[in-house]
């Protein structure tokens, strides 16, 4: 088994910074990889972000592609999600995800039926 708590969400302005933290427990050398992805509200969870726990390589959707950075600090087994810029449309609540199951396929990290383990969420808000 795999525990996680996300910490960090909050109500910040639109063109704003937060910083989410992931923290993991129990068999965390199971992780394959690690991702972040948001529901909000009447809309499917989507994929955010994932890191490759091993390697470091990491996967951003589109959206958020140039204005997030996923990272991670191994002797800690945590996984941090820096937002910068953000906008209206990034309000959601933010998830922690963990993948135990080894594939090379990349497109994969953004398959959230891959990930086994889930965090309970953490609300972002971002204010116009």
């Known amino acids: 088994q795999v525990q996680l708590v996300e910490s960090g969400g909050g109500l910040v302005q639109a063109g704003g910074s937060l910083r989410l933290s992931c923290a993991a427990s129990g068999r965390t050398f199971s992780i394959y990889e690690m991702g972040w992805f948001r529901q909000a509200p009447g809309k499917e969870r989507e994929f955010v972000a994932a890191?490759?726990?091993?390697?470091?390589?990491?996967y951003y959707s589109d959206s958020v592609k140039g204005r997030f950075t996923i990272s991670r600090d191994n002797a800690n087994n945590t996984v941090y999600l820096q937002m910068n810029s953000l906008k209206p449309e990034d309000t959601a609540v933010y998830y922690c995800a963990a993948d135990t199951n080894p594939s090379p396929i990349i497109k994969y990290v953004r398959v959230r039926q891959r990930y086994d383990y889930w965090g309970q969420g953490t609300q972002v808000t971002v204010s116009s």
């Open positions: 890191i490759r726990w091993s390697s470091g390589s990491t």
